[in-house]
């Protein structure tokens, strides 16, 4: 997920002219300094107490990626009983919640989360996701909104909106809100998978695989774009394509189930050597 940075270009434009290079454009002053404000001269720098509430928060977030997550529900508790407040502590809390099912709590968490950072991209992601669970597409569709309003170039916006038109079986508003997340970002693997998704709804086979190939490529370790893949090809009778797919999705699933989908495969395409190597649980 990435916000798209804001480029300012200079154009600096040499030419040579007889003895020695002249500039033709001078560059232009940018900044005008005041010694009359404060910061005038130099940025401000973090507080003691601030520097140490981010240390605080980075070993808790360690806790959390090493999977231990009983030690860090502890400790996060302590940061805040003691007074700690912080937006990626907010945010931290609320992926912890999800963990135990109370999405309520964890809307409120991410809430807090982008009050303390309100241009920060993940927390308001993650609070919509929540509200979606909950039940509540309206307070989802506002933190969209809000996402398209902050960074109106960015594919997040229409994505998110597009998501919920489909849940309400809107497909025209869907694919509308679709196709323009993608005319901002062509790349966005988000709005690819649900782009394809509402090729399926629609029977349009064909540009359901060009997008989940555009997808794949982007972001290979999806194990359920491999598989969707596989299932097109197969229902295509391109038997080697499925076998490729499906063997990409084993790779990274390692689901003993596939193993005899694979053979199978091999099977029907009369390939009887490959079928056993698949039935044999030492292959790779």
């Given at each position: 997920m990435k916000i798209l940075p804001l480029a300012l270009g200079l154009v600096l434009v040499l030419a040579a002219c007889g003895e020695?290079?002249?500039?033709?454009?001078?560059?232009?002053?940018?900044?005008?300094r005041r010694d009359t404000v404060?910061?005038?001269?130099?940025l401000p720098a973090p507080s003691a107490a601030t520097i140490a509430?981010?240390?605080?928060?980075?070993?808790?977030e360690k806790l959390f990626i090493d999977g231990r997550d009983g030690e860090c529900r502890k400790q996060l508790a302590r940061f805040f009983a003691e007074g700690g407040d912080h937006p990626r502590a907010h945010d931290l809390n609320g992926r912890l919640?999800?963990?135990?099912?109370?999405?309520?709590?964890?809307?409120?968490?991410?809430?807090?989360?982008?009050?303390?950072?309100p241009r920060w991209l993940q927390p308001r992601l993650a609070q919509a996701e929540c509200f979606l669970e909950?039940?509540?597409?309206?307070?989802?569709?506002?933190?969209?909104?809000?996402?398209?309003?902050?960074?109106?170039d960015a594919p997040w916006g229409p994505w998110g909106m597009g998501l919920i038109a489909a849940q309400g079986k809107d497909s025209d508003r869907s694919i509308a809100l679709l196709d323009e997340a993608l005319?901002?970002?062509?790349?966005?693997?988000?709005?690819?998978?649900?782009?394809a998704g509402m090729a399926e709804r629609a029977g349009d086979t064909v540009r359901e695989e060009a997008l989940l190939l555009h997808a794949s490529g982007l972001d290979p370790d999806n194990a359920q774009t491999w598989l969707r893949l596989a299932a097109l090809t197969e229902a295509d009778n391109r038997l080697v394509d499925a076998e490729t797919h499906l063997a990409r999705a084993f790779a990274l699933t390692r689901d003993p189930r596939l193993r005899e989908r694979l053979a199978q495969l091999c099977d029907r395409r009369g390939d009887s050597a490959a079928a056993a190597r698949w039935r044999t649980p030492s292959h790779p």
């Open positions: 020695s290079q002249q500039r033709l454009n001078e560059r232009p002053t940018w900044i005008h404060p910061f005038g001269e130099a509430q981010s240390d605080r928060v980075d070993a808790l919640l999800i963990l135990e099912g109370k999405y309520a709590e964890a809307a409120d968490a991410f809430g807090r989360a982008v009050a303390g950072s909950l039940k509540r597409p309206q307070a989802a569709a506002s933190v969209y909104a809000e996402l398209d309003r902050l960074m109106p005319r901002r970002d062509p790349e966005h693997v988000p709005s690819l998978l649900a782009r």
